[in-house]
């Protein structure tokens, strides 16, 4: 600026130290015909860079900014040093903000920008997923008109949100959200969701367990300590009595046992690594194994076949194919009635190779079978705990075959009989 000035200045000095001349010279129209022709020159010279300065102003751009001459060279340098700052300036606010809002699409977490009104300025998509919303035609609209359960409007109602609301949507996509209005500026707000739904599952299922656990031990528990509360309460043990309640006492300690084994196994099970090692198994030695098991727990009742028609050995850990394999032997056992068979079989289905345990028994419903490997879930509760069962073994199973990378497979027919199938193919699977 200082610059144009004092070039402006120069040259009106350089215009009248040139009319003082000629005025000198005793041609005072001269003078005043060369001052009107300068000025005039200057004026026209200014007014033509003023039109290209509007002109450039309409569409400011720094690759567009004019040359110009003299003083106007400097302000029209100045003009695109300033502008490409700006448009600089101006990048890095819009990367920045880029930057942001990509950070706000990304986030798992719900969020939603309102204005005063309750307006939506902005929804990124996982809110869109949350709450139901479409940010192409949703956005400007107030968002309780969208949302419509009460307990939402109560809560955006209220004064105080130091707390998380918990909603529940609606069918077909049922949810748990946690939802906490956000105050961030004197008219805006900020609506976080965030999907609870799995860890609302986890405690429903540790509600459950914990339930389930203290039931299963009530039960015993309370048998051996009525026992002893009779037997504390006796001046002198009756020896018939002894007798005939230490039995009862006996069986009852065993089923708690049993229950804090299969407890005990589940949760190792559950906090190991997801694959296990690859140690060769040696199936023939585990069939025969599971054969004599069965025969002792059936006790000469059924008749227990072993077929073996597979090239196919196994790699994995042996302790745990152990566990899962008694426990779908044991309950076939358990569920047959005497005269029944029992039938384990090792055998090739095309690439897979098949472990199956078909019996005689009672059969399953169709309906049960899909929830027969949650914890603690029984067909018929009186008759499981009457054949010892501790409504784990299943579970235990589901998580072994999970960690061999193999499958399992119910089929069943009340009255008929049922078969467990557990199938393993690729790096499972070794050539005998």
Same mark, same amino acid.
């Given at each position: 600026?200082?610059?144009?000035?004092?070039?402006?200045?120069?040259?009106? /000095?350089?215009?009248?130290?040139?009319?003082?001349?000629?005025?000198?010279?005793?041609?005072?129209?001269? /003078?005043?015909?060369?001052?009107?022709?300068?000025?005039?020159?200057?004026?026209?010279f200014h007014l033509f860079h003023v039109a290209l300065l509007l002109?450039?102003?309409?569409?400011?751009?720094?690759?567009?900014?004019?040359?110009?001459?003299?003083?106007?060279?400097?302000?029209?340098?100045?003009?695109? *040093?300033?502008? *490409?700052?700006?448009?600089?300036?101006?990048?890095?606010?819009?990367?920045?903000?880029?930057? $942001?809002?990509? /950070?706000?699409?990304?986030?798992?977490?719900? =969020?939603?920008?309102?204005?005063?009104?309750?307006?939506?300025?902005?929804?990124?998509?996982?809110?869109?997923?949350?709450?139901?919303?479409?940010?192409?035609?949703?956005? #400007?609209?107030?968002?309780?008109?969208?949302?419509?359960?009460?307990? $939402?409007?109560?809560?955006?109602?209220?004064?105080?949100?130091?707390?998380?609301l918990i909603l529940r949507t609606g069918a077909p996509n049922e949810? =748990?959200?946690?939802?906490?209005?956000?105050?961030?500026?004197?008219?805006?707000?900020?609506?976080?969701?965030?999907?609870?739904?799995?860890?609302?599952?986890?405690?429903?299922?540790?509600?459950? $367990?914990? /339930?389930?656990?203290?039931?299963?031990?009530?039960?015993?528990?309370?048998?051996?300590?009525?026992?002893?509360?009779?037997?504390?309460?006796?001046?002198?043990?009756?020896?018939?009595?002894?007798?005939?309640?230490?039995?009862?006492?006996?069986?009852?300690?065993?089923?708690?046992?049993?229950?804090?084994?299969?407890?005990?196994?589940?949760?190792?099970?559950?906090?190991?690594?997801?694959?296990?090692?690859?140690?060769?198994?040696?199936?023939?030695?585990?069939?025969?194994?599971?054969?004599?098991?069965?025969?002792?727990?059936?006790? #000469?009742?059924?008749?227990?076949?072993?077929?073996?028609?597979?090239?196919?050995?196994?790699?994995?850990?042996?302790?745990?194919?152990?566990?899962?394999?008694?426990?779908? =032997?044991?309950?076939?056992?358990?569920?047959?009635?005497?005269?029944?068979?029992?039938?384990?079989?090792?055998?090739d289905d095309g690439e897979r190779s098949v472990f199956s345990v078909?019996?005689?028994?009672? #059969?399953?419903?169709?309906?049960?079978?899909?929830?027969?490997?949650?914890?603690?879930?029984?067909?018929?509760?009186?008759?499981?705990?009457?054949?010892? #069962?501790?409504?784990?073994?299943?579970?235990?199973?589901?998580?072994?075959?999970?960690?061999?990378?193999?499958?399992?497979?119910?089929?069943?027919?009340?009255?008929?009989?049922?078969? $467990?199938?557990?199938?393993?193919?690729?790096?499972?699977?070794?050539?005998?």
């Amino acid at each position: 600026m200082r610059d144009f000035l004092q070039r402006t200045l120069v040259w009106l /000095a350089a215009i009248a130290l040139l009319s003082l001349a000629l005025w000198r010279l005793d041609s005072p129209q001269d /003078a005043l015909i060369v001052v009107v022709v300068l000025l005039g020159a200057w004026l026209s010279f200014h007014l033509f860079h003023v039109a290209l300065l509007l002109r450039w102003l309409r569409h400011p751009s720094p690759e567009r900014v004019p040359d110009g001459f003299g003083a106007w060279r400097v302000v029209f340098t100045a003009l695109y *040093r300033q502008a *490409r700052t700006q448009r600089q300036s101006k990048q890095k606010l819009t990367n920045v903000l880029e930057r $942001f809002i990509n /950070a706000g699409e990304a986030m798992p977490d719900g =969020v939603v920008v309102l204005d005063e009104h309750e307006r939506i300025e902005w929804i990124n998509p996982s809110a869109e997923e949350h709450l139901g919303l479409d940010r192409k035609t949703d956005v #400007g609209n107030q968002l309780l008109n969208l949302v419509r359960q009460p307990s $939402f409007h109560a809560y955006m109602a209220e004064d105080s949100h130091s707390q998380p609301l918990i909603l529940r949507t609606g069918a077909p996509n049922e949810k =748990v959200l946690s939802i906490q209005l956000v105050p961030f500026d004197s008219t805006r707000k900020l609506l976080l969701s965030r999907d609870i739904t799995q860890l609302e599952r986890v405690q429903t299922v540790h509600r459950d $367990f914990v /339930a389930n656990v203290s039931h299963e031990l009530r039960t015993p528990l309370t048998v051996v300590g009525g026992f002893l509360e009779t037997f504390a309460d006796m001046p002198e043990p009756d020896p018939a009595m002894l007798k005939q309640f230490m039995p009862m006492m006996l069986e009852q300690t065993r089923r708690m046992q049993s229950l804090v084994e299969d407890l005990l196994t589940l949760s190792r099970l559950e906090n190991s690594p997801k694959n296990v090692p690859l140690d060769p198994v040696d199936i023939d030695a585990l069939l025969d194994t599971l054969v004599v098991e069965a025969e002792g727990l059936s006790q #000469g009742r059924h008749t227990i076949v072993l077929e073996k028609n597979s090239r196919h050995g196994l790699w994995g850990s042996e302790k745990e194919l152990h566990s899962a394999f008694g426990n779908l =032997v044991s309950n076939a056992v358990r569920y047959t009635p005497e005269g029944g068979t029992v039938t384990l079989q090792w055998r090739d289905d095309g690439e897979r190779s098949v472990f199956s345990v078909r019996d005689t028994g009672i #059969g399953i419903p169709r309906e049960h079978i899909p929830r027969l490997t949650e914890r603690f879930y029984r067909v018929d509760r009186g008759r499981s705990r009457n054949n010892g #069962g501790t409504g784990l073994g299943l579970a235990i199973v589901k998580h072994v075959i999970a960690r061999h990378h193999a499958r399992l497979e119910i089929s069943s027919e009340p009255d008929k009989g049922s078969c $467990f199938s557990v199938s393993f193919a690729g790096e499972q699977l070794s050539e005998r």
